[in-house]
Each structure stands twice: as C-alpha cells, then as structure tokens.
C-alpha cells in the first residue's frame, strides 16, 4: 500500500513533548529571562540617576553619598558590600540580558531569511522595536564600556582618586571634553529608545495585561524612559555649560 | 485602469524565484484583487505561459486561504480586510504593484505566491484543542460562562489562521496565532484542565517549527484582517510562565 | 418524456429503516447494529474524503473510536474546508427558550420546509440528534453567542416559529468546524487519523463490488497514489459550482461524489438547488463568485424596486408611492420574511420585468432607511454592523446612505450521492455524508439546517452505522495490482495525460463561465421543458468543445492549480447534463425546483404529489441514465400545499 498509516506524526510529537518539558529553552521562556534582567537594569539605573542628582547638592555631599555607598552596612558587613551584591546582580542581569539577546536575534533572523522586494514603513504599535532593540542594545553596551573606564576605573578619566566622584564627572564633561557629553547624550537616546520599547515590553512579557493596561503600560514606559533620559542628561549638560564646576 | 504589476515567480520549492512585471490594461474597479490575477492568468495562458499560481478558496474573507503580500504588506493596504475582500478601487490608475508571497522560514515556497503552512496544524495538533471525546458531553447548559468570556473567547476565536502575523513579524513569529487559541480555549471553563499543558506543547511546537521569538514589535495585530490584538499575545505569555513555573 | 435522455430502472428496493414508531427509530437501529470489538477496530482502515463539518467531525470520532482513518481535503488545512463559510447558524430542539419546541416540532418544520420531498425517518433522526450536536460543540469550547446571565443564546431564522437557532456572531460554521478541526487535529496527534491535506481524490476503486478505496493526486507533487481501505466515505460537499457564479468557495466541486456516481453509485435529485435571495449581486464579467449578506438582514430591511421599468434615478430621488415593495404586497402575512425560494422567485419576477436595479438590471433594493428611523444609526450598526461593513468593501456603496442592492444567487444543492438510512450508498463499502448526500433536506433546505446535518452525520450517525458494516471486516487484502486497482488509475493517468496534452486554445474558466450561464439560464430559478431541453443540448455541444479546445499549462509533476480545474469542470459537464434531465423528468415544482408549467394561479410552486411523491435516484449509464424510484411514505406529517400569503 503505497500511503502507509503508520502514524507520521508520532515520532515528532515525541520530540515534542520532550520539549515542552525544558520551557526554559523556548523562545518565550528567554524572553521571559531577558525580560527579568532587563527590568533588573532599569531598577539599577534609577537608583543611579537619582544617585547622580547629589552632584547639584555639591562635592561634599555628592563624595559622602558615594562613600555611604561603600560602607554601607560597616562594620557588620565588610566594605563595599552593598556596591558587590548590586554589581553581582548587574553583571549577572548583564550577562543573561547579553546571551539571551544573542540566542533570540539568531533565531529571529533563521525565522525570517528573506526579505520583502518591496519594503514598506511599519505600522505596529512598537514601530522597528526589533532593530531599534538590538542595534540600540550594542550602542548602549559600547556606551557603558566607556562609561566604566571613565568615571569607574578612570582610565580614561583624569581624576584618579576613587574618593573624588564629584570631581571625575566634572572632569569627564569638562567643556573641553564635549564630544564626550556628546557621546553620552547620544547612548542617552539610544537608552532612551530601548527603554521606551523595553519596559512594556517587560511587562508584556511577564505580565501580559489586556488591551487598557497594555496602553497604560506604554505610557508609563515612555514617560519612566524620558524622566531616565532627562535624568541622566541635565548633569553631564550643567557640567559641560558651566553650572556646576 | 492600468495597472504595473511585480510578481514573484518561483517554479518550485527548490527553484530560485524572482519578480517579474506584467502589464494589465482594463482593470476594473468593481473586481476583488484576486479577480485581478484571474484575468492575468487568463492572459498568461492564452499566451501559452505558465499562470501564477495562488492560494484562494472562499473569496469572502473567512477560509484563510488568500495570503498574498501586496506592496510589502501582508493582505495589502486596507484594515482589517483579506487580499480576496480587497478591491481595486483602492487602488488608481497606472499604479504599480508588488506581489510576493508570506515570507518566513516555517513557510517555505511551494511555488510562485503559494506557501507551505502546514506548521500551523502541528501547533494545533500539539494542544490546540479541548480532549472532549465524541458523545461524552454534558448539556450544554451544565456550566454558564459569563457573556464577557464568551464573547472575548470568540474574539480571539476568530481567527482564520491564514499567517498574515507571521507574514507581517519581522521576527517571523507565530505568537498572535498561538496566541489567539492559547486565548480562546483559556477563556472557556472547559479548556482549563488543559490549560497548562496546552500552551508548553503549543510553545515547543512553534519554536520547532522554526518560528521566531516575539519582540513586541506589533506588526502582526496591524496586519491581521480579524483585528486580533497584542492582548493575545500577553495572555499566552502569562499562561506559558505559570504553566512553565509548575512544570520545574 | 423522450426516451432518449433516459431510462427508467427498477424502484430503490430498501432504505433500511428500521419500522416501528418514529421516535423509536434510531434507537432502534443503535442497538440492532452490530459492533467491533475495540481489538479489531485497529485492523480496520477507512478513509474520509472531506475535512467540513460532515467529514472532520466523522474522522476524528472514527479516530477517537480506534478505528485507522485516513483523510483527505483539497485545501492547505484541514481547518479551511468550505463549511466555515456558514454564516447564520445551526439549529437544535434544545427548546431552551420555552417556546414550545420539541423534537417533533424540528421534525414536522423540516419535512414540510423540504416541500415533502424528504424522508420522514432520517429527518426525525437529524432533530433527534441536533440537541447532542450542541452539547458536543460547547464541550469543544465553541464560543457559541451568549446571554448575560451566561446560558446560550438563541434566535429564529428563516421564518421558523420557535428560536432554536444557536449562532456564534455570523460566523457559526467557521466556529464549528474549528471545533471539529481541533477534534480532529488531536487524534492525528494521537496517531489514528493520518491525514493528508492538498491531496485531491479523483476515482473510487471498487473492488468485488465494495468500495475498497481511492485514487489520490498530491497536489503539491502531482504524484498519483493508491490508499486501500476497509471503507470508504465520502464527505465531499455540495455542487452549486456547476453554475460557476455561486456562493460557494472556489474549490468546491462535484468529482469525488461523480467519480462515484460512474462507478455505480445512485445520484438523487440532483436538480434540487436552494438559491439564496440575498446575495450582493454581480458586478462584472471579471465576476468569480457571488457572496451571501446573511438571511437575517431581512429582519429589518425592506425589499423593493422601482414601479416604472428600467428607472435610472438615485434610490433617494425615488419616492415612495413609484416604488413597489412587492414582498410585503404579495405575500402581506409574512412579508419579507417569506422562505428562500419564495422571496428568490419574486425577485426573479421583477427584474424579468424590468424593475430591476444596478448593473444589468439584476438587483432588488434591501432598505435599512425605515430601520435606521426607527432603531437609530448606532442599533443597527450594532445588529449589522460587520455585514454592512462587508457590502461596502465589495460594492463601493455605503449601505447606512444607500440601500443596498440584492440578487438571487446559488447557495446550496439539497441532491447528491443517494444513501440509505445507514448512510451507505448503494456500493456496499461507500459512505456518503454532509452536503454530499441527498438525505434529509427534500427539495428545499431551512436556513441553519445544513450544519446540524453534518455534525449530525458526523458525530453521531455515522459512527454507529458504519460499524454494522465494518463487523464484516477486515476485507480481503487487495493488492496494487488488483487489476481494478490499476484500472482506477490509469483511468486517472489519462484524463491527465489528456488534458496536457490537448493542443487547445479555449482556458478552463471560459468554459465553466459559459457553462455555469447555461445552467443559471434554463436549470436555475425557473425550469420550463423547452428551456431545459435547450439546455441539454447546448451542454453537450460546449462538453463536446471543451474535450476540443480546451488548454492546460505545465506538467503533470507540479502544483498544477489548471490541471486541477480542468478535471473538476470536465465532470460538471456531466453533473450539469443529469441536473437538467433531473429537472426535466420532475414535470412539478417543489421547494427549490420551480417548473414554470406548474404553478398555482397566484404564481407559486404546485407539487404534484400522486407522481412525484419519490427520490429520483439516477444509475449512470453510458448512453443514457437510469431513473430509480424510492418513494416517499408520510405516516406522521401530511403533505399540504405551503401558503405563506
Ligand atoms: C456562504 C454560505 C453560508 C452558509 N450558511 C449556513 C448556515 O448559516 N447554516 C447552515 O446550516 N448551513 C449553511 N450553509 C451550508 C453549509 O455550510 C454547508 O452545506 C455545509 O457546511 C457542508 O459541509 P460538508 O462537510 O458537507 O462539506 P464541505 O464543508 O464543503 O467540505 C468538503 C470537504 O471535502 C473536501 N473535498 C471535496 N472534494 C474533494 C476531493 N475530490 N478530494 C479530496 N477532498 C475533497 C474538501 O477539501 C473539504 O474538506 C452555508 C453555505 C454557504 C455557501
Ligand atoms: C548591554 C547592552 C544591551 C543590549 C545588547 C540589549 C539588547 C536588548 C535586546 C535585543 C532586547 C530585546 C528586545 C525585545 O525582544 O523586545 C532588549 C530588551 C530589553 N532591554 Fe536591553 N539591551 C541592553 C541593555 C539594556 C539596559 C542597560 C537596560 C536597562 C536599563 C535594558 C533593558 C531592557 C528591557 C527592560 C528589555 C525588555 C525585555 C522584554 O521585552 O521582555 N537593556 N535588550
Ligand atoms: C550621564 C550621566 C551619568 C553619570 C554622570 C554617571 C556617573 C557615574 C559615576 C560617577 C559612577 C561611578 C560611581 C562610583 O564608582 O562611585 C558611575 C558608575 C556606573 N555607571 Fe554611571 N553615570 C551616568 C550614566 C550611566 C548610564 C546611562 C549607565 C547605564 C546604561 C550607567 C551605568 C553605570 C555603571 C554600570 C556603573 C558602575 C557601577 C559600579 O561601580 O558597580 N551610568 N556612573
Ligand atoms: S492571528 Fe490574524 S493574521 Fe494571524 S493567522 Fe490569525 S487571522 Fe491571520
Ligand atoms: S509582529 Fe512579531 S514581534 Fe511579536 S508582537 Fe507581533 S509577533
Ligand atoms: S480566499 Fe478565503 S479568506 Fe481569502
């Protein structure tokens, strides 16, 4: 009998069910992580945006809260505790947010070889989130690269003294210096944009409201990106103009 | 009218296809977009040429079978509307056109605009369903389900399948699809006992059929002509991370 | 009648009914079936020709049951078979709404509906069984429409009395086949359906009399193969696309049920059409269908045309004492809501008349004016707002400004393979399900009823009936070289070596076109004997034409969407040559079949109930067909002459 019943499907619903029991692996299951660090990041970065704020209070202040930062918990917990487990958590959100970043793109990409002849512009409710999010991501991580050496090893900075936080960020966007505010205006944008996609799409993916919460969601995440962004660009700007020195 | 279209031509699967442009003269307003091709294919063949071939059956926007993207995008420019419910009137004189089939790697070319979408049965097939063998049922009046579910669980239910999200997903996923079933049978008391176990086999077999992941792009619910929206997508996550959690 | 075009044979001998009491029937028939120890089920194949409503909903229960299925359909999903195009809904005798329905009452409606042309045992059987149909559909998760306190909702469709009609928006089929797709889906994941989508049957193997198997082409490939089997059923649908304009999908066509028919099993009735009166009429000669607006528009909407012939003017510029709402004046009791047959003819009428509206003079006005006066804009986009929607997209027209414009068009086909009360055809071994039988509809079909059919069919009926048959097997093995086997399929080969290499010049579609007018023409609304003798001459002439000049591109190796159609319309020649003998031989109306010599005074259908009070159940036969005769015995609803003044 040419059309034998042996039942074609059994074999892959083996396979399947093989699958469904590693969720983890699925492409939502990744999402769910990317999502989880991402949220762990724009937790982070509030923090250190409002951190950031001292620098107007004065380098006393500014210098005593990132020394608080150090000691906090002293002498119960050894020194710079605090700063380790936020840093532990980071580069663990770094890392996950990284590979699942990598993994997920190379799919996307295996799911979707060719493309259209004819292009046309996007009409979805996050227009080119895929590339913005992507491409913006690696934007950002150059950004930060440059950001460690900077104002956290100092390599690039030329104020060593690890104690001087006030003065390294004076030095870094020294009107001289204005590419570099440049520079950090630009990642702010590029963070801005991601987050902007990035934080409903977190909740999205973890939450997943209905149709009136998704549009809320969009909303706070647009006005929590452009809070960030401003946040973040009035010091390097005060420097570089002038009002603080 | 006149009309310039492109159309992909592509002999078989394994052929190396491309677009090529024909001239229409004395198109009428009044046809659908499909009755466009016939009289295309009408002229190909009394010119001996092989006629493009497509997929279509009802022509009244519910089998899912159309799937042309037309000038890039999947069903064409109207909302909410398939290509066999679009008209020509939506379009003008001496424009011209571009036709190419649903692109995606889980729907690989058969030949010229038709397309293999047979991953969507093998998603279904890995939970889509309510296990309610033939005869076994209670009166249909045992369990009331509130009007708001009800109809929420049709919204989501009427979807065609026809892969226009797909289509549409720079990431050529199948979320909104999934997503519309995961929705429609959670929405209902009897599809909750296999509520879990639906959305982990639905998941594994979409991300096997060489689907994408969701970047929550959109794209898909600004293409779909039955207006499923994002919320699907939200719900089946939600559905996938509770069901993922008890599983470890 | 001249004897050439037929000839008649001996009367249907046995419908295997079982006697007794009707309500009493089916059980009956349940328990003196013989069953198949669930052991043996696994050594018995049958095949499913069709993945509707009537075919999805048989091969998942065979499925379910054990039994080793295999299905086809020609579509790329199971999921798109043209039963999701039904729109208004299905009907039950659940009588959640206290209104007086029963069993009986479903009954007694769909007898007389049918004109009395149906047999009473089977329709019994369907109003029995449509009460589990919904049962089985809500456990599936169909989101059937719902009230606020959270129970199904109901409402009354084509003139029905009672409101049994469950309905999930207008899109009911498409809601229930998911169901019945899914069923389906899950026992090909369980392993006991394997099924095969875009693979087209094209000839039955009938091996020592029983049906033993089928011919298949895989459309993608074009690789012709051989699936043997223990029984076969055919679950194919309807023919309405013989007049090639209709509302049915594109694909649907007559060659499984034909390919049958040649091999010997009885077609009956086939000249009973239901022609749906609100239908967006045709636009162009580019026209490829036509499509429904759904029955329940005449709620509300008001029929009319202008009175003075071929009137020109805007709608708007007409006022209201120069337009004839010739509904509501010929029929004042019932209106516009009047039957399907009724209000087609009428429409009909008018524009052969001359008061026809739009292009051709082919449309009547459907008015929402009044309604929108009365209800409000914002109720009647709420009741008709996906539908109006709809009309504009096709037309142009906003139907809330400009009343729409409504023209008959073919919808449904009541005939088909003849089966007995167990649903086997006369070939032992084929069974036929759905629209593509002939069974319980008579001569014209009540809106919602064709859904509870082949679920009915499906689920329920089948599945019982056929393992009476089945205890039998499993059959002698047949082997590929079965000389009927080969038979089969080289009969197969050179249909499609014929059309490659037939050096033509006419396309497939020109002559279905033609063919299709031929049919609306002489064998659609109104039949006379000189118009369908006409007809019958005309077909032979453009059949004989066709095996001429017709022209088929590519190669037999490929998807081949040409080839395809040309062995599709080859076999509405035929089919369309039987429905006009069919027509002709039925010198009375009934239902859907409007002979214009048999009319009351008043211009509505007379049947002739000492002649014609039987099936006519066609034998085919090389020269000519072979009428047999099953006739119809009412002990439980008396014929009577239906009034809807
Ligand atoms: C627009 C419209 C609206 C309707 N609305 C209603 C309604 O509201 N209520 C109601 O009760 N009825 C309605 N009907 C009628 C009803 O939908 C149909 O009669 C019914 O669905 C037929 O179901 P079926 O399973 O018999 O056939 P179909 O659903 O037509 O299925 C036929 C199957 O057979 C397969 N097939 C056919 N030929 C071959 C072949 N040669 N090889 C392989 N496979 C083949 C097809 O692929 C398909 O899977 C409507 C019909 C139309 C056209
Ligand atoms: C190191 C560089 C970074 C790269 C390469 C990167 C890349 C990406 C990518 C590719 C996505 C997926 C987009 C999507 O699927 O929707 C994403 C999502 C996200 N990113 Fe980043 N990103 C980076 C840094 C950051 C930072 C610093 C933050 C927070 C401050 C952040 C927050 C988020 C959030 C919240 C999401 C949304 C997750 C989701 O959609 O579920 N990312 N990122
Ligand atoms: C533009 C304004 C910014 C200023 C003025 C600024 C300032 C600083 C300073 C002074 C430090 C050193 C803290 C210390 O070592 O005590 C620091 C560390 C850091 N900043 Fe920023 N920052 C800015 C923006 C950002 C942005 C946009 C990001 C992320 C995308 C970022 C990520 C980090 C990280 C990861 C560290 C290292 C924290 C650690 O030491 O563990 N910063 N920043
Ligand atoms: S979700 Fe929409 S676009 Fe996707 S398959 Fe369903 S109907 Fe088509
Ligand atoms: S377009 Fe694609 S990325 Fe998600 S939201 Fe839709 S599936
Ligand atoms: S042809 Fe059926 S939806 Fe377009």
Redesign the pocket.
């Known amino acids: 009998m040419s059309t034998d019943l042996q039942p074609r499907t059994a074999a892959t619903a083996a396979k399947r069910a093989q699958a469904a029991r590693k969720p983890w692996r699925s492409n939502i299951g990744l ?2 992580a ?2 989880v ?3 762990l ?2 937790l ?2 509030i923090v250190h945006m409002a951190g950031n704020l001292h620098i107007f209070e004065g380098r006393e202040e500014m210098n005593a809260y990132a020394a608080g930062l150090r000691s906090f918990g002293e002498p119960l917990l050894p020194h710079e505790s605090l700063l380790w487990v936020l840093r532990i958590g980071l580069i663990a959100s ?1 890392a996950v ?2 590979w699942t ?1 990598i993994v ?2 190379a799919r996307a990409h295996h799911a979707r070889p060719v493309k259209y002849a004819h292009r046309h512009k996007n009409r979805g409710e996050s227009r080119n ?2 590339l913005n ?2 491409f ?3 934007v ?2 150059l950004f ?1 690269i440059w950001h460690l050496l900077d104002l956290t090893w100092r390599t690039v900075n030329p104020v060593k003294d690890v104690h001087d936080a006030y003065g390294a960020v004076v030095a870094a966007f020294d009107p001289s210096r204005w590419p570099v505010t440049v520079f950090y205006l630009l990642a702010l944008t590029a ?1 801005g944009i ?2 902007r ?3 409903w ?2 909740v ?3 939450a997943g409201p209905d149709t009136k919460w998704r549009k809320r969601t969009q909303a706070i995440a647009l006005a929590v990106a452009v809070i960030i962004v401003a946040g973040f660009a009035i010091v390097p700007l005060s420097v570089t103009f002038g009002l603080v020195s | 009218m006149k009309l310039k279209l492109r159309i992909w031509r592509q002999a078989d699967a394994d052929a190396k296809g491309r677009m090529v442009a024909y001239e229409l003269d004395e198109v009428s307003e009044d046809a659908s977009f499909l009755e466009m091709l016939d009289v295309l294919n009408e002229r190909l063949i009394s010119e001996g040429e092989d006629p493009v071939a497509f997929d279509h059956d009802c022509r009244e926007g519910i089998c899912g079978a159309c799937s042309l993207v037309i000038d890039g995008q999947p069903h064409g420019p109207q909302a909410a509307t398939t290509t066999c419910q679009l008209h020509m009137r939506k379009f003008r004189d001496g424009d011209s056109i571009d036709i190419e089939p649903w692109r995606a790697g889980a729907f690989p070319v058969i030949k010229d605009l038709v397309v293999d979408r047979s991953a969507f049965d093998r998603i279904i097939q890995a939970g889509g369903y309510i296990s309610a063998p033939t005869g076994t049922a209670p009166d249909a009046h045992a369990v009331p389900i509130p009007k708001q579910d009800a109809d929420a669980a049709f919204s989501a239910a009427a979807c065609i399948g026809c892969g226009a999200c797909v289509a549409a997903c720079p990431n050529g996923s199948g979320m909104l699809f999934m997503g519309a079933k995961v929705a429609h049978l959670g929405l209902t008391p009897q599809g909750q006992p296999e509520r879990a176990t639906r959305v982990l086999g639905m998941v594994a077999a979409h991300d096997e059929a060489g689907f994408g ?4 792009t959109g794209e898909c619910a600004a293409a779909c002509p039955k207006e499923i929206g994002l919320d699907v997508i939200g719900r089946l996550n939600r559905d996938f991370r509770k069901a993922a959690a008890r599983a470890a | 009648m001249s004897i050439d075009y037929y000839r008649e044979g001996e009367p249907v001998a046995d419908t295997k009914a079982p006697a007794g009491p009707i309500s009493e029937r089916w059980e009956k028939r349940r328990f003196s079936g013989r069953l198949v120890n669930p052991a043996n089920r696994r050594k018995l194949r049958v095949i499913v020709v069709g993945t509707g409503l009537a075919g999805a909903s048989a091969a998942a229960t065979l499925g379910e049951l054990g039994y080793r299925v295999a299905n086809y359909c020609f579509q790329d999903s199971a999921r798109r078979a043209h039963s999701i195009a039904a729109q208004g809904g299905i009907n039950a005798a659940k009588n959640y709404r206290n209104d007086g329905d029963s069993v009986h009452r479903l009954f007694y409606d769909t007898v007389k509906g049918g004109d009395f042309r149906s047999r009473e045992s089977n329709v019994h059987r369907l109003a029995e069984v449509s009460t589990e149909i919904i049962d089985q559909c809500v456990a599936q998760g169909v989101p059937f429409a719902r009230e606020y306190g959270g129970l199904l909702d109901n409402r009354s469709f084509g003139g029905a009395q009672v409101s049994r009609t469950f309905y999930a928006r207008g899109q009911t089929g498409q809601q229930l086949l998911l169901g019945a797709y899914q069923a389906l889906q899950r026992q090909v994941a369980a392993g006991t359906v394997d099924l095969h989508t875009r693979h087209e049957m094209l000839e039955l193997v009938v091996v020592d009399g029983r049906a033993r198997g089928i011919v298949v082409r895989d459309l993608v490939t074009g690789e012709i193969t051989t699936e043997l089997a223990d029984a076969v059923v055919l679950a194919s649908g309807g023919y309405g696309n013989v007049f090639f304009l209709s509302t049915n999908a594109k694909g649907c066509n007559v060659t499984a049920s034909w390919r049958a028919h040649r091999k010997g099993a009885y077609f009956a009735n086939p000249c009973y059409t239901q022609i749906h009166p609100t239908c967006i009429p045709q636009s162009g000669d580019h026209q490829s269908k036509l499509t429904l607006m759904s029955e329940s528009l005449r709620n509300d909407g008001r029929v009319w045309v202008p009175k003075s012939k071929h009137d020109e003017r805007h709608p708007a510029d007409i006022p209201e004492d120069e337009r004839d709402y010739y509904l509501e004046r010929r029929y004042p009791a019932f209106g516009n809501l009047v039957p399907r047959d009724i209000a087609s003819r009428a429409a009909k009428v008018v524009c052969d008349e001359g008061h026809g509206v739009g292009p051709g003079g082919l449309g009547v006005y459907l008015d929402f004016a009044d309604a929108i006066k009365r209800l409000g804009k914002k109720a009647v986009e709420a009741k008709y707002g996906n539908l109006f929607d709809m009309y504009e997209r096709i037309t142009g027209e906003n139907p809330y400004e400009r009343p729409m414009r409504i023209y008959p068009a073919v919808h449904y086909t009541m005939g088909g393979l003849w089966v007995d009360y167990d649903l086997s055809s006369n070939i032992p071994g084929l069974f036929v399900t759905g629209e593509a039988n002939f069974s319980d509809h008579g001569a014209n079909r009540l809106g919602a009823s064709a859904l509870m059919q082949g679920l009915s069919d499906g689920y329920f009926v089948l599945p019982n009936t056929i393992s009476d048959y089945l205890a039998d097997g499993p059959f002698e093995a047949v082997s590929e070289d079965h000389e009927d086997v080969q038979a089969a399929r080289r009969e197969v080969d050179e249909r499609i070596a014929f059309f490659l290499g037939n050096d033509g010049d006419r396309t497939v579609d020109s002559f279905h076109r033609e063919l299709g007018k031929i049919m609306w023409e002489y064998c659609g609304m109104e039949r006379t004997d000189e118009g369908l003798r006409k007809a019958i001459g005309l077909i032979r002439d453009l059949k004989a034409e066709f095996y001429k000049r017709v022209k088929v591109t590519g190669k037999a190796e490929e998807l081949n969407q040409q080839l395809e159609k040309a062995g599709r319309v080859a076999d509405f020649f035929e089919l369309g040559e039987l429905m006009c003998i069919d027509a002709l031989h039925r010198t009375e109306s009934c239902g859907g079949h409007f002979r214009a010599e048999s009319q009351t005074d008043e211009g509505e259908a007379k049947r002739d109930d000492d002649n014609f009070s039987y099936v006519a159940a066609w034998e085919y036969g090389e020269d000519a067909p072979v009428l047999h005769k099953e006739s119809l015995v009412f002990e439980y609803v008396k014929p009577t002459q239906r009034s809807y003044k």
């Open positions: 999402k769910i990317m999502a660090s991402g949220v990041m724009v982070f970065i770094i947010h990284i970043g997920l793109s989130a895929y999010m992507r913006g991501g690696i950002i991580f930060v963070l991601h987050l996609h990035g934080i799409s977190a999205q993916t973890i | 992941g969701c970047t929550n």
